[in-house]
C-alpha cells in the first residue's frame, strides 16, 4: 500500500445514520441541553438527526471554512458568527456538533466562543481529538473521510492493489 496516498473512509448514509444516532446515544445522558450549535457545513446533518432523537429545538450554526476545494485545510475563515442570544453564559447548556475534528483548528476557535459547551463529533482524527468531549469513531490522521453528500454512486478500489481481480 503507499503510505503517500490517504486512506480512504467512505461513509454511506445508512452508515452516517447510524453514527450520528450512536452519537445521541452517546450525549443522551450527559446534560440538558438547551440549544445546538452546529458547525457547517459538516455539522448540519448530524445537528438534525441529533436535534430530533434528544428533543432539542433551538438549532445555530457558525459558519467557519476551513477545507478549501475539498482537498487542503487552509486558514480559517470564521463567516458567520454563533447570535448571541444562544451564546448566553459562555455556551452552558449548549452542544456543538461537527461531522468531524481533523487537526482541531476549527473547534478551538468554536471552543473560544462557547467555552463551557459540550462538542461532540461523529469521526475524529488524533490531532483533534482532545478537543471533543463525545465522540463515536477514532480514525488515524492520514485516513480521508468520503461522506456521502461528497460521493456518487462509484467503484471503490480495494486497499490493496495486489488484491484486484
Not at 11 to 33: E, N, T, Y
Not at 41 to 55: D, K, N, Q, T
Not at 99 to 124: F, I, N, Q, W
Request: proline share 5%; charged share 25%.
Amino acid at each position: 500500500m503507499d503510505s503517500t496516498q490517504p486512506k480512504a473512509f467512505p461513509v454511506s448514509w445508512d452508515q452516517f445514520h447510524r453514527d450520528c444516532r450512536a452519537l445521541a446515544w452517546r450525549l443522551a445522558d450527559k446534560g440538558d441541553f438547551q440549544a445546538i450549535v452546529c458547525i457547517t457545513r459538516g455539522g448540519l446533518v448530524p445537528a438534525g438527526i441529533i436535534a430530533r432523537e434528544l428533543g432539542v429545538r433551538t438549532i445555530e450554526t457558525v459558519c467557519i471554512a476551513s477545507y478549501h476545494e475539498y482537498k487542503d485545510q487552509g486558514d480559517l475563515q470564521v463567516i458567520k458568527a454563533i447570535d448571541p442570544k444562544v451564546i448566553g453564559n459562555d455556551g452552558e447548556g449548549v452542544l456543538i456538533i461537527d461531522d468531524l475534528v481533523d487537526t482541531g483548528k476549527t473547534a478551538s476557535v468554536v471552543r473560544e466562543m462557547l467555552p463551557k459547551a459540550h462538542l461532540a463529533t461523529v469521526y475524529a482524527k488524533p490531532a483533534g481529538r482532545d478537543m471533543a468531549d463525545t465522540i463515536v469513531t477514532e480514525l488515524s490522521q492520514d485516513t480521508w473521510v468520503y461522506f456521502p453528500w461528497d460521493m456518487g454512486w462509484q467503484f471503490q478500489p480495494p486497499i490493496s492493489k495486489d488484491s484486484v481481480g
